[in-house]
């Protein structure tokens, strides 16, 4: 976080590229933490770019959205060529917003399902609210994460896992994580696995 800070107030600094490339600890706030690293950044600086270049496990609708809302200009994988990465940060630099084409197919569900109402097979029996919630639990976030990521309680997140898991006929994470891939909700990201996490007689966990 510092060397970033510090190397985006170097003099006549444009564009910055924040590397979400490390999978995060299971239960981890790693998304949380590229969130509020890229609002320092627009804080810090407004005029400057900044570009994410996510990895596979970073590859969440609504953290795509999110990054997008507090006005991060582009966003990459790591799929990208070098063309595409040249391309993006040219585009950025000229003012413009650039995304590969995987974070704007996020953008695109994410648009849809707000729209629609979830109303994609299953999904239909979900809430906006329930579908992000879930979204995060699949990837391994934990109740505290989720809570800052969505600017909820983490009571409140905890009474969204409760309904997720009824709805879904759920009593833990990895079975949660079998329904997601099932109704093909994962977005073609690899579900997590969670069959030896400890959780409490109420789904959450210790």
Known sequence: REQALLAASVAGAEVAVIAAHSAPPQGSNGALKVLALCRELRDKR????????LSEEYECAHFVHELVRIGV??????????ADVIHCLREVHAGRTCHCQSATRLLKEYYALETLGGNRGSTRVLSQR???VGEYLVRGEDAHSIAGLLDLKVSTVETYRKRLYRKTG???VAELCRWWRLNGMDAGVSPCSQETRPEDENGGEK
Request: glycine residues 8%.
């Open 46 to 53: 407004p005029a400057l770019a900044v570009v994410v270049m």
């Open 170 to 172: 759920a009593h833990k």
């Open 130 to 132: 329930e579908r992000e």
């Open 73 to 82: 200009a582009g966003c990459l994988d790591e799929f990208s060529s070098g």
